[in-house]
Every structure is written in structure tokens, then in C-alpha cells.
């Protein structure tokens, strides 16, 4: 079974939407042509000669990974190191690259999600919810036609506020118009003013689906010009964000949890903060590096966070308010090539999905 590349960009976009990557980051496509035919993907957390390796002898054509192998500008393409040598490799071999970084990151499905899932905390909600990505959508229609367009409104993924969905606000009201030469109006004549009833209806959606709702209100909408608007708000957008905020199904010990975290993330040793001396309950998770969210994790009251990595200055953050937990940023994102492998497969049952056998961790330990 082959599929188009774009089919599997906008089925891992539709969990992450390359819009929610943070500023600095590359995520999406770094090699190859979304109209390409794929063969078989290989999943890794990340890229390195020996992953394309296994993808050439696998005769996949594409390597999807967590961390994006080009993330700075590149000047030259010598080979001079191995981001060089594996782009050069890649192109050779005809294999497209796509990286599903801090977007997935960022996810409330995705890499605190699975994180959460194997530690076994029930996850509550983001911990930094994203900003300045809500938008508040208004437009005016007709009477007769209000329901069908606020469903397609709906339908296009508008209208949901925390775990509610089909959110909207309604106001009755005239709308006024004059149909001028070569228009076919849906009311009214051409050349008189048009007194119609109207219903305006708001509601809020995040920034990245705003073409998607007007597409299908245009498909649903009677009037030739429709008449809306579009604004940005300030509200945090609380389905996507840094780090998960979640609870222990029981309070644990400082000891228990040291040691299930040793033995889940397969990790020799942990560093942490000086116990609290206190059952731990309320938790916080931030895969990979999540120093910039220890402020948040204990302003929402969390016992303990734990994250990839932390600097040293960062444990005096703590200040005897929380527990920190330092564990690793391979072993705290290394779930996520079962997440994309889950993600694909749920839809592309048939398709040659692989999760690589090799460990891109870069870190020993004596």
C-alpha cells in the first residue's frame, strides 16, 4: 500500500498543528515533495546515518522523527558533520524527512499524553495553556438558514471551550443590503434596499482552522457576499500548551515514585530536589527540557514535576515548595515513536509503519 505524503502530514498535523510549534522551532517537512508516493515510514526520536540506514535496507522513503534534523540555517551541504551527511544521504536515497517537534510537544494528545499514560497519572489539563492563538468568529445569516450554517460552523471544529463543544452565542437582528447590477441575490431586488431578519452568531476557534470553517460556510451560507468577522482574543487556548498537570490514582512516597520512574523510563539514576517528606498527589510533566515550567508547576499547587532536563541553578527554584525530578530528556520523550506509530496506524492499517530498532540517545551512562 503506498500512500501520499500529504495524506500522512495532515493526519499527524490534524493532532499537532504545525501552528502550535513554538517560534524557534522547524517543524514539518524538511526533505521531499508532499505529492510524493510513500512507501513504508520509519519512525525515530531522532535522525542519524545509521536510522537512514535502516530505512534504505527497509526500501521505506520516508523517516519521520520527534526532533527536527535540520534546526538551525545551513549555509553548505558538504558533509562537513552528521546533520550534513544525513541530509546528503537522504536526498541521494530519495527519502523525504518530517519532524513532528514542539507542535506535538505541545498536543494535548501527544508527548505528555503518552508520557502521563505510562507513569500512570490521569491527566487534569495543560500546564501552559498556548496564547494569542483564539480567535472569535461572527457572521450574519439569514433565519432560514441559522441551524444548517452554525453545524457546518461546528462541524469545521469551531465552538469548543474546555470540554465543551458547539459553543456559540445568537443575536436576532435586521440585516440590511442593496443587490447592485449582476448580482443574484438570494433576497430582495437588484436596486432596492433589502430590510432582512438575521441571526448573528459568534463563536471561537483556534487561529490554524480558520480557512477550514469559512470554506464550510461558504458551502452552506444562501447569500452571494456573506457578511463576517473575524477577531483575535486574548483568552488562553486551554487544548494545547507546555507540559500536563495530572494526579496520582494514589498518593505516592517520594522513594516509590523514584524507583517506578527508574524502572519505566529504563533510566539508571534520577536527580531530584531534597524530599518534601510528604505523600506525593498532584503532578506535573514536561517531556524533554521543561525548566521554563517549573514557576507554573508550583503556582498550580503540584507536588512534584518531572521533566528531562534541568540546570543547576534550576533545583534552587524548588525553594522546599515542590519536588523536582530530573529524568532524562531521551527517556521522557522516547514513547513518542509509539505515539506517531499510533497516530498512523490507527487509520493507515495496511500501510509499512515501522518504529526503529535503534536508540538515537547520545547519553551514557557509567
Excluded at 515510514?41 to 535540520?70: C, G, Q, R
Excluded at 469551531?158 to 443574484?184: E, W
Aim: aromatic share 8%; net charge negative.
Amino acid at each position: 500500500m503506498h500512500i501520499k505524503l500529504k495524506e500522512i502530514i495532515d493526519l499527524i498535523e490534524s493532532v499537532a498543528p504545525l501552528q502550535t510549534q513554538e517560534s524557534y522551532d522547524n517543524s514539518g517537512l524538511i526533505v521531499g515533495n508532499t505529492n510524493d508516493q510513500i512507501t513504508g515510514a520509519l519512525i525515530s526520536l531522532d535522525l542519524t546515518e545509521e536510522v537512514i540506514e535502516e530505512a534504505i535496507e527497509l526500501k521505506y522513503n520516508l523517516i519521520i522523527t520527534h526532533h527536527p534534523p535540520v534546526f538551525k540555517p545551513l549555509k553548505k551541504i558538504t558533509g562537513a558533520d552528521e546533520t550534513e551527511r544525513c541530509l546528503i544521504k537522504a536526498i541521494k536515497n530519495g527519502i523525504a524527512l518530517y519532524a513532528a517537534h514542539t507542535n506535538l510537544d505541545n498536543s494535548s494528545q501527544g508527548v505528555n499524553n503518552i508520557l502521563a499514560e505510562k507513569i500512570g497519572i490521569k491527566p487534569s489539563g495543560i500546564l501552559q495553556p498556548i496564547k494569542s492563538v483564539v480567535r472569535k468568529l461572527v457572521v450574519f445569516v439569514p433565519e432560514s438558514h441559522h441551524e444548517v450554517v452554525r453545524q457546518a460552523i461546528f462541524d469545521a471544529g469551531a465552538g469548543v471551550i474546555g470540554k465543551y463543544d458547539c459553543c456559540s452565542f445568537n443575536t436576532h437582528g435586521t440585516g440590511t443590503f442593496r443587490a447592485g447590477k449582476g448580482t443574484n441575490p438570494h433576497v430582495g431586488e437588484i436596486g432596492e434596499l433589502h430590510f432582512e431578519p438575521e441571526i448573528r452568531i459568534e463563536t471561537v476557534f483556534p487561529a490554524w482552522i480558520e480557512n477550514k470553517i469559512l470554506k464550510a460556510v461558504n458551502k452552506v451560507h444562501p447569500y452571494e457576499e456573506i457578511a463576517w468577522d473575524s477577531y483575535q482574543l486574548t483568552n488562553d487556548y486551554n487544548l494545547a500548551g507546555s507540559g500536563l498537570i495530572g494526579e496520582f490514582p494514589d498518593p505516592m512516597s517520594e522513594i516509590d515514585l523514584l524507583t517506578h520512574l527508574k524502572q519505566t523510563l529504563n533510566i539508571p539514576f534520577l536527580k531530584h530536589t531534597e524530599f518534601l517528606n510528604k505523600p506525593l498527589k498532584r503532578v506535573a510533566i514536561c517531556g524533554g527540557s521543561g525548566n521554563f515550567l517549573i514557576k507554573d508547576a508550583i503556582a498550580r499547587k503540584c507536588d512534584v514535576f518531572i521533566t528531562g532536563e534541568l540546570k543547576y541553578h534550576d533545583f534552587f527554584t524548588a525553594d522546599g515548595k515542590i519536588l523536582l525530578i530530573e529524568a532524562g530528556h531521551y527517556e521522557t520523550e522516547q514513547f513518542t515513536k509509539e505515539l506517531l506509530y499510533q497516530i498512523l496506524k490507527q487509520k493507515f492499517t495496511t500501510f509499512a509503519l515501522q518504529i526503529s530498532r535503534l536508540s538515537s540517545n547520545p547519553v551514557k551512562y557509567f
